[in-house]
């Protein structure tokens, strides 16, 4: 007899170990871990999306014949304990385990007693993205999207780029004013009724984790594979459309927009990043939904999804420790309450408290950007985020959070910071409308933060961007400008930064 041991973010019928195994003559092992659940302060409703999912596939897997042994997290203090119960019981002849999809569970996982099966959950392989990479000093998305593009054949025509462009960023920039001028329709925003197993699991997390941020309270994610495809037909149908075209845009009380929220599903396996591209591309050729956006959500997969997992494989573990620009800010309180006059970062981390979720340009212009600009310390960010996110995991966190936000990692695979003043969330959102600072005002005590925080981090950074020619330019206009004026953005970032840690 086998034991296939699967992992809370395997949870794939497509699961490369129980491909391995035959239903008759193994059973399935799963286990939720006490210590694993508790390596952070996690969001609650991250928490039900776990265990739920996890339960329900346990269901599903039943339902299909196998023989499922579930150890529950109310007498499972770690995966260990677990391990070790199933083997006194069960004496299985192995125990296969399809590889972790994050380091330190990988780490663990060397020293069981287990059988690693190579994963299938990503399109390129650990391997592939390495020998694509090479000992290259820096890495371009761009060229590896290009590169999985010719691979897959996915929106390719003869070997050209279907339309004859590898992208379509130029029609993807409509502002916040484009947006209201259009009037376009709201979209609704999706949700899904928290069946009797994730109402157990509700009460459950409340118990278990009475102190952790959020509420099990309102859960409204799939936790199947049934209604993960219907999550997915939805945003094809109603969504995908517009995606494109507003998906820079951030619109106060519309937590969700023309985003796919797909993320958390991906991430546990409920949909595998092949259906989701081939779904967006199918309603392209029904003439469902325009270039611009199918090429768009493409590229946020097959690109930058594969690209972060790539990049993380090939650096770990040193990767965590990075800190390129010595960033030394701890991180502010508010982020656990969201009490802060910033409107924009207000209405984010109170949306991110409530849903478990941001959307991307909430993550990287609002939040990273304040990351970035205030100087927080990058391990302090990250833990944020993994603490935060519905859809968060290692492997997402420390390309995402230490490479392109806080390029932490010295450049290696973002082209610059993603360093931005107020006007660019002005232009993005209507968040400075309702704030009691001025996107317009530079320095002083109405002025947005945003605004002198930009180029204090320029002034304290000279000697490392300098030399980027994507923003050397920044550097030497900074240098150009009257001491007067340097003061009075010193003065206004020192004065509040030290209101942050009062
Ligand atoms: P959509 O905007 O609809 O995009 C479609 C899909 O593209 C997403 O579901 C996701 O699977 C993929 N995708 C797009 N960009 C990225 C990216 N940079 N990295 C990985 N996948 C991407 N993504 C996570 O899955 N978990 C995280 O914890 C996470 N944290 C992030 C933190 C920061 C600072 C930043 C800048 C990005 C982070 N992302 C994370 C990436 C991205 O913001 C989210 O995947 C996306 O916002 C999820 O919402 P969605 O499904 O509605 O995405
Ligand atoms: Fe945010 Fe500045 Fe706008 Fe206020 S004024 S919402 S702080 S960008």
Same mark, same amino acid.
């Given at each position: 007899?086998?034991?296939?041991w699967i992992l809370g973010d395997q949870l794939?019928?497509?699961?490369?170990?129980?491909?391995?195994?035959?239903?008759?003559?193994?059973?399935v092992l799963m286990v939720e871990s006490k210590a694993r659940s508790q390596r952070?302060?996690y969001?609650k409703?991250k928490l039900v999306l776990i265990f739920s999912a996890m339960r329900h596939f346990a269901r599903?897997?039943?339902?299909?014949?196998?023989?499922v042994d579930y150890h529950a997290l109310t007498d499972t203090p770690e995966f260990g304990v677990g391990l070790q119960r199933h083997?006194?019981?069960?004496?299985?002849?192995?125990?296969?385990?399809?590889?972790?999809?994050?380091?330190?569970m990988?780490?663990?996982?060397?020293? *069981?007693?287990?059988?690693?099966?190579?994963?299938?959950?990503?399109?390129?392989?650990?391997?592939?993205?390495?020998?694509?990479?090479?000992?290259?000093?820096?890495?371009?998305?761009?060229?590896?999207?290009?590169?999985?593009?010719?691979?897959?054949?996915?929106?390719?025509?003869?070997?050209?780029?279907?339309?004859?462009?590898?992208?379509?960023?130029?029609?993807?920039?409509?502002?916040?004013?484009?947006?209201?001028?259009?009037?376009?329709?709201?979209?609704?925003?999706?949700?899904?009724?928290?069946?009797?197993i994730t109402?157990g699991v509700m009460k459950m997390v409340?118990d278990v984790f009475?102190?952790?941020?959020?509420?099990?309270?309102?859960?409204?994610?799939?936790v199947?594979?049934?209604?993960?495809?219907?999550?997915?037909?939805?945003?094809?149908?109603?969504?995908?459309?517009?995606?494109?075209?507003?998906?820079?845009?951030?619109?106060?009380?519309?937590?969700?927009?023309?985003?796919?929220?797909?993320?958390?599903?991906?991430?546990l396996?409920?949909?595998?990043?092949?259906?989701?591209?081939?779904?967006?591309?199918?309603?392209?050729?029904? %003439?469902?939904?325009?270039?611009?956006?199918?090429?768009?959500?493409?590229?946020?997969?097959?690109?930058?999804?594969?690209?972060?997992?790539?990049?993380?494989?090939?650096?770990?573990?040193?990767?965590?420790?990075?800190?390129?620009?010595?960033?030394?800010?701890?991180?502010?309180?508010?982020?656990?309450?969201?009490?802060?006059?910033?409107?924009?970062?207000?209405?984010?981390? %109170?949306?991110?408290?409530?849903?478990?979720?941001?959307?991307?340009?909430?993550?990287?212009?609002?939040?990273?950007?304040?990351? *970035?600009?205030?100087?927080?310390?990058?391990?302090?960010?990250?833990?944020?985020?993994?603490?935060?996110?519905?859809?968060?995991?290692?492997?997402?966190?420390?390309?995402?959070?230490?490479?392109?936000?806080?390029?932490?990692?010295?450049?290696?695979?973002?082209?610059?910071?993603?360093?931005?003043?107020?006007?660019?969330?002005? %232009?993005?959102?209507?968040?400075?409308?309702?704030?009691?600072?001025?996107?317009?005002?530079?320095?002083?005590?109405?002025?947005?933060?945003?605004?002198?925080?930009?180029?204090?981090?320029?002034?304290?950074?000279?000697?490392?961007?300098?030399?980027?020619?994507?923003?050397?330019?920044?550097?030497?206009?900074?240098?150009?400008?009257?001491?007067?004026?340097?003061?009075?953005?010193?003065?206004?970032?020192?004065?509040?930064?030290?209101?942050?840690?009062?």
């Amino acid at each position: 007899m086998k034991t296939v041991w699967i992992l809370g973010d395997q949870l794939s019928l497509h699961n490369a170990a129980l491909n391995e195994a035959d239903k008759k003559t193994s059973v399935v092992l799963m286990v939720e871990s006490k210590a694993r659940s508790q390596r952070v302060v996690y969001h609650k409703k991250k928490l039900v999306l776990i265990f739920s999912a996890m339960r329900h596939f346990a269901r599903d897997l039943r339902d299909r014949g196998w023989q499922v042994d579930y150890h529950a997290l109310t007498d499972t203090p770690e995966f260990g304990v677990g391990l070790q119960r199933h083997i006194e019981t069960f004496a299985p002849e192995e125990v296969l385990l399809t590889e972790p999809n994050d380091w330190p569970m990988m780490e663990t996982a060397k020293q *069981l007693p287990v059988r690693l099966v190579p994963t299938g959950q990503f399109i390129s392989t650990r391997a592939g993205f390495q020998k694509w990479a090479g000992q290259s000093k820096r890495l371009l998305m761009e060229m590896h999207y290009r590169r999985l593009r010719n691979e897959t054949g996915y929106l390719m025509n003869d070997g050209e780029p279907e339309g004859g462009q590898w992208n379509y960023d130029a029609s993807n920039r409509s502002t916040y004013a484009d947006w209201h001028r259009q009037a376009e329709p709201r979209p609704e925003p999706p949700s899904v009724l928290p069946d009797p197993i994730t109402e157990g699991v509700m009460k459950m997390v409340e118990d278990v984790f009475p102190e952790n941020p959020g509420r099990a309270e309102g859960f409204w994610l799939p936790v199947d594979r049934e209604h993960a495809l219907e999550w997915l037909d939805g945003f094809i149908r109603h969504r995908l459309i517009r995606f494109g075209s507003f998906e820079d845009l951030m619109v106060q009380g519309e937590p969700v927009h023309f985003h796919s929220v797909l993320s958390p599903l991906l991430n546990l396996g409920l949909l595998t990043p092949h259906e989701c591209i081939e779904a967006a591309i199918d309603a392209y050729h029904r %003439k469902e939904a325009p270039l611009n956006s199918v090429e768009g959500f493409v590229r946020q997969i097959l690109g930058w999804r594969e690209f972060i997992n790539g990049v993380y494989w090939l650096k770990m573990p040193d990767y965590k420790q990075s800190n390129y620009l010595n960033a030394q800010l701890p991180l502010p309180r508010f982020f656990y309450t969201g009490d802060t006059e910033m409107n924009c970062l207000r209405q984010v981390i %109170k949306q991110v408290l409530n849903l478990g979720y941001n959307h991307h340009i909430q993550r990287l212009m609002v939040l990273g950007n304040f990351f *970035l600009i205030a100087g927080v310390i990058p391990q302090e960010a990250e833990r944020w985020y993994l603490e935060m996110y519905v859809d968060a995991y290692d492997w997402v966190m420390a390309a995402n959070v230490l490479g392109m936000i806080l390029y932490a990692d010295g450049g290696y695979m973002a082209t610059k910071p993603y360093a931005a003043g107020g006007s660019y969330i002005n %232009k993005m959102s209507n968040y400075c409308r309702d704030c009691r600072f001025k996107p317009t005002v530079k320095v002083g005590p109405d002025a947005c933060p945003y605004n002198y925080l930009y180029w204090n981090f320029y002034d304290r950074h000279q000697d490392e961007l300098q030399d980027n020619p994507r923003v050397s330019m920044m550097v030497r206009g900074w240098r150009n400008r009257p001491e007067a004026e340097k003061r009075q953005v010193r003065d206004s970032a020192q004065a509040f930064l030290e209101g942050l840690q009062a």
